[in-house]
């Protein structure tokens, strides 16, 4: 069975801000988004290899890194909710649209 990482990597993005605002803990919020990150990069790595892999985390962490400077220009919640869109979607379609490949 195929796990969609797209829901993953949004709920990193968006529930690791969620977290560290709430709680006003930032590691917390940082567990949270390397524990998706983590588990979406090893479902990547598994259907789609290294190279998809590497590209949608990179994304993926490059998402969170623009949030920042982006939150002083459009709001913390604009910036987040608009790279996880980015990110969810290039998950969707580069690795959860295509088949896996062929171990």
């Known amino acids: ?7 993953i ?5 968006i529930g690791g801000y969620l977290v560290a605002r709430e709680t006003k803990v930032r590691p917390l919020g940082g567990a949270v988004l390397a524990v ?3 588990a979406a990069t090893a479902l990547w790595q598994r259907d789609h290899g290294p190279a998809v ?7 993926y962490l490059g998402g969170f890194g623009a949030s920042h400077p982006l939150a ?3 709001g913390a919640w604009p910036a987040v909710l608009s790279v996880a869109a ?6 969707a379609l580069v690795a959860d649209r295509r088949p896996p490949r062929v171990h």
């Open 36 to 38: 998706n990150g983590a």
């Open 53 to 59: 892999a590497g590209g949608l985390l990179a994304l």
């Open 86 to 91: 980015l990110s969810a979607g290039a998950s």
């Open 72 to 74: 002083k220009k459009i």
């Open 9 to 13: 990597v949004a709920a990193g993005l």
């Open 1 to 7: 069975m195929r796990i969609p990482t797209a829901p």
